[in-house]
């Protein structure tokens, strides 16, 4: 029963109540209401139910509502953070104002207040007029106005005028803003500074105007070219030269500028398989020529010059052509001014050698032959004068190699102490025969190693030293001064300097003492002779190697003439230090200043030594092949007894006594003049001196020769020398005849003049060798100039011979093409005494070529150095060796020794030691106890001195021919 009916009855019937109690209809009717009761129950429970399940979603639905309440709260603040920001990054980055409807500003943010130097208690309240530039026009803002008084967006550029007067440039935006009712609000401009851009643009524009007028303005004709398109941009002169009125008009007629060239050998051609520029742009090295016709008909040459560079990724070509049309012509003149001046330089040299050579192979025959004294006398003068003269030619020859560029130097590694040093002293005698004092002094500090061009060194100083000599009267000083200066890198600069108390030079000459032909005085000539081209020379040489000659010189008193040079320094396993034999050197300590001189040459060498003194050396040395240098001529006795090797440096009389009868020392009575005599005096020391002489046999050649010479005297000069060796020849008289001659007969050799009537010597050697005739032909010449031999040679000659011919030159031609089955060995037993002389000229010959070529190759000596060393040498020679076979004569043993001296320095520099020993043993003695004949001896030594003086005309043509 429900529990709310039960509950009620029993309410009404007591808590005993029992539903028995009531009859049957009663217990229905309950029954009933028991069902009603139940139902209501039910119906309530749904009702619950439902209200429960409502409030349920009611409360998620409120849930969810403050949730996105929530939500749509922090959206708005996220939103509003947004546009702040957004604000606030405007406000950083862009200019910002507001203004109302009217214009007038309501707003302004920093920047804009920063950029205009106006606060913005200044801005607000006012128009925009206060910051606008006088240079915008006012149609410009009607323009804007109009535009946004009609609701649209305004864009443009604005020059703005800031506080301080400076002016900016802005791009502006202008929005609208507009109500829901279509009214404007207000306006709102932002804007971005664009001054730096503005400006960069005005730069760029008028760089590019600058750019165009100095394209234009170029007086070459300039082309931007691509390869593939053509001309591309073309500079005004280029239009009006070549008469287009535009590039459009010139590309209508032309695609390549090449078709403009004229067609000429040695100039850049209109038709090539490949593009003009290639050519230019692959050989940058050369002059590249074109010519093009010009509006006016002309032929004009340029010189063309091409750069590739790339531009936007794409390849172009910037073509430039300069007008050398006036400079070519120029150049032509020049050239053939240059080429009538060789030509009379060859003129001038062959019409002189012709007949030089005559009188110099005569005169070399004629000293080969007996003469008494005064006929020797006339012919020396005959020899010298024409010496001199071909002297003269030879400074000609070198002046005109130095002005037309062909002159090129030659670096070689040298000791200059060596070297430059025999180079220097060789003209020793020559101060001597003036009795000038003649001081030498080479640094110590100086590389043992430089690379230099030793032939123009040395006849830059050569003609410096010579000048000297020639202007210092008798008894005055002349001083040859090597110093080093400084170091620039790796290379050495050093000081050469020529000293002298000579005639000095005038103030109102100095200026032009360097200029060709130019000497101090015009009677300088006249008084000392010379070409005066010897500075001009020397000058030109210091050009070339990168220097300056100069001079200081004050009239009556002297000159000094200097240059710096810079000299790479080398490396050398012949130094002085590595030379030195059982070293130390030792020096006995002394107290004067030349003591100290002596060590800071040593140091500077890096010669390992001892300083020490005489009582500690006597009880120390133990090895007598030390070398010892003493500054104290007693010191010698008891010195000798311990050293074999002894360098005296005393200037005092007994020194010089002792050192004509001692002879292990090497005296150096002149430190003071000649410090660097030291050097020289260390390595002699420790050199083995020799004397080597080779036998040799007279060579005759069983040749057929033919001489093809118009000049009669030439024809019996070489008729002779020919014979000297058993050749017959046989002769014509011009090229033609020499022609016909081998046709007709087989010739071993033919000498070939060049320079004959009715056919010359060029095309009679081609004519020759167009008849397959190979016999080897030497060209005979007087012609002596530059390039003279190599275009002989490439006309088909074999060899070339200069006049004055040279014996021994003519002899190595001679055995070059004669080959071994026509040498005949001749031997000498069995000849008459005049036929033994003639043996012993020869051979003596052949001994000093040697010498002197060994010298040559020891000291890497040109060869005209070597033939200037070699006539200094017999100069000096010729008069000594007359002295002392009188000295001998009276048993003047202290003159002997002087003059044995002088003789000996010379001789040792050309490398010839046989002559040196003789004087050697001359000057010093017999090392044993053997009383020397003194006078056999120097007799000897003339005639070994007067047969190279007999043959030295011969030496002398060679050495200079080689040069």
């Excluded at 192979?361 to 080969?368: E, P």
């Excluded at 056919?759 to 009679?764: H, T, Y």
């Excluded at 008459?832 to 040697?850: L, P």
Aim: one cysteine or more; glycine letters at 4%.
């Amino acid at each position: 029963m429900n529990r709310l009916l039960k509950r009620q009855l029993k309410h009404v019937y007591g808590k005993e109540f029992d539903i028995n109690m009531f009859d049957e209809k009663m217990r229905q009717l309950l029954q009933r209401i028991d069902e009603a009761y139940e139902e209501n129950d039910k119906e309530k429970r749904r009702l619950d139910h439902i209200i429960q399940l409502n409030s349920e979603e009611l409360m998620q639905a409120y849930t969810t509502i403050e949730e996105h309440n929530i939500s749509l709260k922090d959206e708005v603040y996220e939103k509003n953070m947004l546009l702040q920001q957004y604000k606030d990054a405007i406000d950083a980055t862009l200019i910002v104002s507001k203004t109302d409807p009217k214009g007038i500003i309501t707003y302004v943010n920093d920047i804009f207040c920063k950029l205009s130097g106006y606060s913005r208690e200044e801005l607000l309240g006012h128009s925009h007029s206060i910051i606008r530039s006088p240079d915008m026009k006012a149609e410009f803002f009607t323009d804007m106005w109009e535009t946004i008084q009609q609701k649209k967006i305004w864009h443009g550029i604005i020059k703005n005028r800031a506080k301080n007067g400076e002016s900016y440039y802005v791009d502006a935006t202008i929005f609208p803003l507009v109500s829901t009712k279509g009214e404007i609000l207000e306006y709102i401009a932002i804007r971005h500074d664009i001054t730096a851009r503005i400006l960069t643009e005005k730069k760029l524009e008028r760089e590019h105007r600058y750019s165009q007028y100095l394209f234009n303005e170029q007086e070459n004709i300039v082309l931007i070219i691509d390869e593939h398109k053509g001309v591309l941009n073309a500079n005004r002169n280029f239009l009006e030269i070549q008469g287009y009125t535009s590039l459009d008009d010139y590309k209508k007629r032309h695609h390549c500028v090449c078709e403009l060239f004229v067609e000429k050998e040695g100039y850049l051609h209109p038709k090539t398989s490949r593009h003009w520029t290639r050519e230019v742009l692959e050989h940058p090295e050369k002059q590249h020529k074109a010519i093009m016709t010009n509006k006016n008909g002309e032929d004009r040459i340029y010189t063309v010059r091409v750069k590739q560079i790339n531009f936007d990724e794409n390849d172009l070509i910037i073509a430039s052509f300069t007008d050398i049309s006036e400079l070519e012509l120029a150049r032509k003149l020049a050239e053939d001014s240059e080429k009538a001046k060789t030509q009379f330089m060859a003129n001038v040299s062959h019409e002189i050698r012709t007949p030089m050579n005559g009188i110099v192979g005569f005169t070399k025959l004629l000293l080969n032959t007996k003469l008494n004294t005064k006929q020797r006398q006339y012919v020396d003068i005959i020899e010298n004068s024409t010496h001199t003269l071909l002297e003269i030619i030879n400074d000609v020859l070198d002046f005109s190699k130095i002005k037309s560029g062909h002159l090129v130097l030659d670096l070689l590694d040298i000791n200059p102490f060596i070297e430059l040093r025999n180079a220097i002293t060789i003209f020793s005698s020559k101060a001597r025969e003036k009795n000038i004092s003649f001081q030498v002094n080479i640094d110590s500090s100086i590389k043992e190693c430089i690379k230099v061009d030793k032939l123009r060194i040395t006849q830059i100083l050569g003609n410096l030293i010579s000048n000297a000599i020639k202007f210092t009267p008798e008894g005055g000083v002349i001083s040859v001064d090597l110093s080093h200066h400084s170091m620039v890198g790796d290379k050495e600069v050093i000081l050469f300097s020529v000293s002298d108390t000579g005639i000095g030079i005038p103030a109102d000459r100095i200026d032009k003492i360097f200029h060709s032909f130019i000497q101090a005085d015009t009677s300088t000539t006249r008084n000392f002779g010379g070409t005066g081209l010897g500075l001009s020379i020397s000058a030109s040489l210091c050009d070339l190697m990168g220097t300056k000659l100069e001079v200081e010189s004050v009239e009556g008193k002297g000159s000094r003439f200097f240059f710096k040079l810079e000299a790479e320094v080398c490396d050398s396993i012949k130094t002085l230090a590595k030379q030195v034999q059982n070293p130390p050197i030792f020096v006995l300590r002394h107290e004067k200043k030349i003591f100290h001189d002596v060590i800071h040459q040593l140091n500077n060498f890096g010669v390992i030594y001892r300083a020490l003194t005489f009582e500690e050396l006597i009880s120390e040395v133990d090895d007598e092949d030390h070398l010892v240098i003493s500054f104290n001529y007693r010191q010698y006795k008891p010195l000798s007894t311990i050293a074999k090797k002894i360098i005296l440096i005393d200037d005092s009389p007994e020194a010089q006594e002792l050192a004509k009868k001692e002879l292990d020392i090497f005296h150096i009575s002149s430190f003071e003049e000649c410090p660097s005599e030291l050097y020289n005096a260390i390595l002699e020391q420790n050199l083995m001196r020799h004397v080597n002489v080779e036998n040799t046999n007279k060579i005759q050649f069983d040749l057929s020769v033919l001489v093809a010479e118009d000049y009669e005297t030439n024809r019996i000069l070489i008729e002779e020398m020919l014979q000297n060796y058993g050749i017959a020849a046989d002769f014509a008289l011009n090229g033609f005849e020499a022609v016909e001659k081998t046709l007709h007969k087989t010739y071993d050799i033919i000498f070939m003049d060049i320079n004959m009537p009715v056919m010359n010597g060029v095309d009679a050697t081609r004519n020759i060798r167009e008849r397959n005739i190979d016999t080897p032909v030497i060209a005979l010449t007087a012609n002596a100039l530059e390039g003279d031999k190599e275009y002989y040679l490439s006309q088909g000659m074999n060899g070339y011979i200069s006049k004055p011919i040279d014996i021994e030159e003519l002899y190595a031609i001679l055995e070059e093409f004669a080959g071994k089955k026509n040498i005949t060995d001749l031997k000498t037993i069995e000849e008459k005494k005049q036929e033994q002389q003639e043996d012993k000229i020869e051979q003596q010959q052949e001994e000093i070529i040697h010498a002197i070529m060994e010298s040559k190759e020891r000291m890497h000596f040109s060869v005209s150095i070597m033939r200037r060393l070699f006539e200094s040498f017999l100069t000096s020679a010729y008069t000594d060796v007359e002295d002392l076979v009188a000295a001998a004569e009276k048993n003047d043993i202290a003159l002997i020794k002087i003059k044995a001296h002088g003789i000996r320095g010379s001789a040792m520099s050309l490398n010839f030691t046989e002559i040196g020993e003789m004087c050697r043993l001359l000057e010093f003695g017999e090392k044993i106890e053997q009383k020397i004949d003194y006078l056999s001896l120097a007799m000897e030594l003339k005639e070994k001195i007067m047969d190279i003086y007999n043959i030295k005309n011969s030496i002398l043509a060679k050495l200079a021919e080689l040069d």
